[in-house]
Structure formats: structure tokens, C-alpha cells
């Protein structure tokens, strides 16, 4: 079966700190992956996805930036946090093509980072 | 870019009620999903719908996908204190392989 894992659970972070959230699955092979923040009791913000080893598309400019060194390893950095670097990062993947018409997003559990 | 508005932002009911959520976009969707998220954890999959006029049903709750692949809605019949949690439409792209999330629906039901 396939599992999705993310760390750390929580973070909190001093700002203009450098900031690293791997995330890995495993199970599968050649994943779509997906890096997404969420504000408190809102709804998802897409920031990067990947399709494969080394392509990265970003959907926001932002202080944030993804790397998929690994075929399942997707991870997400920062050089210098900003206060408005706070929120709920989730990790999702998907499978092939298709991934949202004929399957689904399976989430990690995501990443509480505060910035201070 | 397409965007997903979900509507009501929050719903607080008591046990018993029924409600409907809603989304809706100007843009066209290969399939729309519906997620249901508990504090703290990853949001997990309820339904996929696909073909437009699509009318899913899962228990208690109706899932409907426009005809013109716009807009779904999720209704949810006889509430119960189990059903509290983020409830969030999701709107797969062209190629499907991307999905935008509407802001996300709060519900409560108080018993």
C-alpha cells in the first residue's frame, strides 16, 4: 500500500531563518507531488507540483521554493522565513495522468509552521 | 487562473437538520472532488464526480455536478454531531492532474 510521510509535524521558526519540510511516499513509482498551504480553517493554496524528477512548476510567486531530487522526495525551502511564511504546509501525491479525475489527493499530515 | 467559490464560509446547525454547500467557478472542471478535514490532518477524499448532471450519494450526503461542469454542491440530509469538521470542494484542471481548492466550509452540528 502506499504511504505518504512528512516531517516535522510542528516548527516554529525565528524569522530570516532558512527553512527545509521533506516529504516522501512510498509504494508507488513516479508520482505526481504536490506542496500546498492552507491558513487556519481555510482551504488549500496550491504553491508547487511536480511530475517528475527535477520539473517544478510554481503557481505563486512567494519566498518559497520546491526541489524533487528523488522520484518520491519532494521538499520545500526557504532561505530567509518572513512572518508571512506561517500557516499549514501540506504534502499530497497523485497518481498518474489523470491523478484527479480517476483517483484522488492523498494527503500527509501535514507541517504547523510559525514563523516569529 | 481558476477559482473555486464555496459558500457558506461557516454553518453552525443543530443535529437533525439538513444543509447544502456550495461551489461554484466561471471555469470548467475535468471533475470536481469534495474533502472532508479534521484539525490537524490531511484532508481525505469523500467523492469524485466527473460527468456533468452526475448525482453521487453516500449515506446521508448528495453530491451534484453541474451540467456545464461549473459548479457541484454537497447536501447533507439529517446532520449529526459526527459530520462537524472542513468540508472542501476541489476543481481538477484540463489535464486533471491539478487541483485547485475553494476556501473551505466549516461545519457544526451541535447535538
Known amino acids: 500500500s502506499q504511504t505518504i510521510h512528512q516531517w516535522p509535524a510542528t516548527l516554529v521558526q525565528p524569522v530570516g531563518s532558512p527553512l527545509s519540510l521533506e516529504c516522501t511516499v512510498e509504494g508507488t513509482s513516479n508520482p505526481n507531488l504536490y506542496w500546498y498551504r492552507q491558513a487556519a480553517g481555510r482551504g488549500l493554496q496550491l504553491l508547487f507540483y511536480s511530475v517528475g524528477i527535477g520539473q517544478i512548476s510554481s503557481e505563486v510567486p512567494q519566498n518559497l521554493s520546491a526541489s524533487r531530487p528523488q522520484d518520491r522526495q519532494f521538499i520545500l525551502s526557504s532561505k530567509k522565513l518572513l512572518l508571512s511564511d506561517s500557516g499549514f504546509y501540506l504534502c499530497?501525491?497523485?497518481?498518474?495522468?489523470?491523478?484527479?479525475?480517476?483517483?484522488?489527493?492523498?494527503f500527509g499530515q501535514g507541517t504547523r509552521l510559525t514563523v516569529v | 487562473t481558476q477559482l473555486l467559490e464555496q459558500s457558506p464560509q461557516f454553518l453552525s446547525i443543530q443535529e437533525g437538520e439538513n444543509l447544502t454547500v456550495y461551489c461554484n467557478s466561471s471555469?470548467?472542471?475535468?471533475?470536481l472532488q469534495w474533502y472532508r478535514q479534521e484539525p490537524g490532518e490531511g484532508p481525505v477524499l469523500l467523492v469524485t464526480?466527473?460527468?456533468?448532471?452526475e448525482v453521487k450519494k453516500l449515506k446521508r450526503l448528495t453530491f451534484q455536478f453541474g451540467d456545464a461542469r461549473k459548479d457541484s454542491s454537497l447536501h447533507i440530509t439529517a446532520a449529526q454531531p459526527g459530520d462537524t469538521g472542513l468540508y472542501l470542494c476541489?476543481?481538477?484542471?484540463?489535464?486533471?492532474?491539478?487541483?485547485?481548492f475553494g476556501a473551505g466550509t466549516i461545519l457544526r452540528v451541535k447535538s
Open positions: 476541489a476543481g481538477a484542471g484540463e489535464y486533471g492532474n491539478k487541483l485547485v
Open positions: 464526480v466527473v460527468t456533468g448532471g
Open positions: 499530497a501525491w497523485g497518481r498518474g495522468a489523470r491523478a484527479f479525475i480517476d483517483t484522488e489527493a492523498f
Open positions: 471555469s470548467v472542471f475535468s471533475s
